[in-house]
C-alpha cells in the first residue's frame, strides 16, 4: 500500500521521479534541457525540493520566483498538459493521501496560473 507524502524524503522522491520523466519526455523534455544544463539539475532539483516543502510543508526555505524562469519559455497549453500529466502520475504511481492530493491540486493551479500569464504577457487567452 502506498503511504502519504509525509517527509522530505518522500518529497525527494517524487521530485526526482517526476524530473526524470520530465527529461526524457518528447514534448517538454527538450525545452527543459536546453534550459539546464546537464550538471545543473542537482541545484535544479535540490531548489525543487524546498519549493515542494514549502508547499505542502509550509516550510519557508524556498526563495526565488519560479514564474520568471518560465515566462519567455517557448510553452503553450499542450506543454502544461503534459507537465500536469507526468506530475499527476509520478505523484499517483508513489504516494497516496491528502498530502498527495494537496501536491496534484496546487500543480494544478499553478500550471494554470502560470499559462494564464504567460498567455496575458503574450496577448492571447488561455
Do not use: C
Amino acid at each position: 500500500m502506498k503511504g502519504d507524502i509525509l517527509t522530505k524524503a518522500d518529497v525527494e522522491t517524487f521530485v526526482n521521479a517526476f524530473y526524470g520523466r520530465v527529461q526524457k519526455d518528447d514534448l517538454i523534455g527538450p525545452i527543459f534541457n536546453s534550459k539546464i544544463a546537464a550538471d545543473q539539475w542537482p541545484a535544479h532539483l535540490a531548489k525543487m525540493y524546498k519549493f515542494w516543502q514549502g508547499i505542502l510543508f509550509g516550510n519557508s526555505e524556498y526563495v526565488g520566483n519560479p514564474f520568471a524562469h518560465h515566462r519567455h519559455l517557448p510553452v503553450g497549453e499542450d506543454h502544461f498538459e503534459r507537465w500536469i500529466s507526468l506530475f499527476v502520475q509520478t505523484i499517483d504511481d508513489h504516494f497516496d493521501g491528502e498530502k498527495a492530493s494537496l501536491a496534484k491540486h496546487r500543480a494544478a493551479s499553478i500550471a494554470a496560473i502560470f499559462l494564464n500569464k504567460i498567455m496575458f504577457e503574450r496577448g492571447l487567452q488561455a
